[in-house]
């Protein structure tokens, strides 16, 4: 029984909110009776319950972000959560509830290219999170392990460690990645997946509306959305998790169950899929090829490719990146003939960290700002790859922010002027803003250990 929900602070602390009783009950309820086998027809007096929109509320007020097309804030709303949460009850109760249209915007992706995001109106936020609040505990029951993003109690630090073992135990690897995910989900296809768990026609319908709600650009007309589900609501992520739980994760389950040979790993609609010998994977690929055509999908060609890492085929290519880790071959110190999955910040990563913090060190930003800003974006950083074989990189990468800092922030504020700062003095400034600016210690790796006592020939 999940008691919080968890959410992130601008910091990068990741804190609890805990629910009201009401919403916890209703919530183990739901769970109970999904373990019984039963599929659910009444969850719409669940979905407008005072409580479950209270916390759903507080939760899309935690969670901040801009006004949608009503231009209605988050800032309006705090203090009067309980009203706020009456007033869409009493639309819900009353029938006459329609999703509005989102606010299309978009955002620079890392290959060039732009992704759109759709922002809804802080009230159609309000109802998907409750919906949220209400799905999560049903599907969270019959949702596979091989799936390990949005969902409680999961984290990528888990996936890449179940990724190194897998790996290391069996060699041979699919990576792939679904070609516009988000964009290309079929809408009819989607509420078939519901149906095998809620037949609650007021729910299906609540839930069709906000995929059929279109969308508005800045100084465009009203479009229509034909498939799809917008990334930027708080129901997305959950619609895309169980569209891919039955057009894949079940699929795999089913065909490899009794096949300890093949290993199938999921984050978002990038996966992995992990075999003992190279002609297992090259099956697996093509079945994987043809469930995604079923689902109406495509794989990225330039981003799916089969890698070998076993100990006889060693090579510069013995190597891929999957959730900012790079995964390659280290040998053993006592038989440097046999290798293990080490892993490890990513190119990519790390140039992302000295591009971040090139954006966000503007010459305008005081020193005590600069500094708060180089602690935060750094301790982000190592936090999350602390979980590896990092210690190395950190060395190199802590260098490599001082080196942002003085090239990139003291130089273009105080040496581009008519009296240009000497650098001895621009040094001790330096000091100041990255003296705490320290490589953490690794969390011991216990999954290393573990390899040894199952090292393959």
Not at 26 to 36: C, D, E
Not at 46 to 55: E, F, H, K, N, S
Not at 200 to 213: F, N, Q, S
Not at 279 to 289: E, F, M, Q, T, V
């Amino acid at each position: 029984m999940i008691l919080k929900q968890g959410f992130q602070t601008a910091s990068g602390v990741k804190k609890q909110m805990s629910f009201h009783p009401q919403t916890i009950r209703i919530r183990h309820r739901l769970t109970q009776w999904t373990k019984s086998g039963r599929k659910h027809w009444d969850l719409y007096r669940w979905v407008m319950d005072p409580y479950i929109l209270w916390d759903a509320t507080k939760l899309v007020l935690r969670n901040a972000g801009s006004a949608g097309l009503d231009l209605q804030t988050c800032k309006s709303i705090r203090g009067n959560e309980w009203k706020f949460a009456q007033e869409v009850g009493e639309l819900l109760r009353s029938g006459s509830y329609r999703a509005g249209a989102v606010k299309r915007v978009y955002i620079p992706k890392k290959d060039g290219k732009k992704r759109p995001l759709g922002i809804p109106n802080i009230r159609d936020r309000v109802v998907q999170r409750a919906l949220v609040l209400v799905m999560e505990p049903i599907y969270e029951q019959i949702f596979l392990p091989c799936s390990y993003v949005f969902r409680p109690g999961k984290s990528s630090v888990e996936c890449v460690a179940q990724v190194a073992d897998s790996v290391y135990r069996k060699r041979h690897v699919l990576e792939a990645d679904i070609e516009a995910f988000f964009d290309r989900v079929s809408h009819r296809k989607l509420m078939g997946c519901l149906k095998q768990m809620i037949v609650d026609p007021r729910v299906l319908g609540l839930i069709k509306g906000t995929l059929k709600a279109g969308f508005r650009e800045w100084g465009k007309p009203w479009q229509p959305t034909e498939e799809g589900t917008p990334q930027g609501g708080p129901l997305s992520p959950l619609l895309a998790n169980i569209y891919l739980h039955y057009h894949l994760d079940v699929r795999f389950e089913e065909l490899y169950k009794a096949n300890s040979d093949v290993k199938f790993v999921r984050f978002a609609d990038d996966f992995l899929a992990i075999a003992r010998t190279r002609p297992k994977l090259l099956a697996s690929r093509r079945c994987i090829y043809v469930w995604i055509r079923e689902a109406g999908l495509n794989l990225k060609e330039e981003k799916t490719r089969m890698v070998d890492m076993t100990n006889a085929s060693r090579s510069h290519s013995s190597k891929f990146d999957f959730l900012g880790y790079k995964f390659h071959l280290r040998n053993f110190s006592d038989n440097p003939g046999r290798f293990w999955i080490a892993r490890q910040p990513s190119e990519k990563a790390r140039t992302t960290l000295r591009a971040n913090l090139k954006a966000k060190l503007s010459p305008q930003l005081s020193l005590s700002e600069a500094k708060t800003t180089v602690e935060l974006a750094w301790r982000g950083w190592v936090n999350y790859f602390r979980f590896g074989n990092s210690n190395l990189i950190f060395y190199k990468e802590r260098k490599a922010v001082r080196r942002v800092v003085y090239t990139h922030y003291l130089r273009s504020k105080y040496r581009h002027q008519k009296c240009p700062v000497a650098w001895r003095k621009l040094k001790l400034l330096g000091k100041r803003i990255t003296q705490d600016i320290r490589p953490i210690g690794v969390i011991p790796n216990l999954l290393r250990q573990h390899q040894i006592q199952h090292s393959l020939m």
